[in-house]
């Protein structure tokens, strides 16, 4: 069973990065990997994901990175708004080639962010 860790949330500035980690037991090699987020009262979103073959992908101020031989993924926010506020969870799941599958089967216990001025 893989099992997906989140680290790196806290309580941050607004204006400042923030880079969170996602550890995985085992390769994600041949996996898509996604960060998701949900703030209260508001539905669980999409901020980026990224198939297998490429390294990083950069979606406005968000940047989704692998460390293959760390077995693990990051995501680099850039510019902390206060709207970046929620509960950032990783997610995986077996790449179709040059494409990722339309849900993903493991999930992270989540990382808190909170945006503060």
């Known amino acids: 069973q893989m099992v997906l860790e989140e680290s790196g949330g806290g309580s941050v500035q607004a204006g400042e990065p923030l880079r969170l980690s996602c550890s995985a037991s085992?390769?994600?090699?041949?996996?898509?990997v996604g960060w998701f987020r949900q703030a209260p009262g508001r539905e669980r979103e999409e901020v980026v994901k990224?198939?297998?073959h490429s390294s990083y992908i950069l979606k406005d101020r968000f940047t989704l990175s692998r460390d293959i031989a760390e077995n693990g993924t990051y995501l680099q926010i850039s510019s902390l708004k206060l709207e970046d506020s929620a509960m950032y969870y990783c997610?995986?799941?077996?790449?179709?080639?040059?494409?990722?599958?339309?849900?993903?089967?493991?999930w992270g216990q989540g990382t808190q962010v909170t945006v503060f001025s």
């Open positions: 085992t390769s994600l090699s041949t996996y898509c």
């Open positions: 997610a995986a799941a077996p790449s179709l080639r040059n494409s990722c599958p339309a849900t993903f089967d493991v």
């Open positions: 990224i198939r297998t």
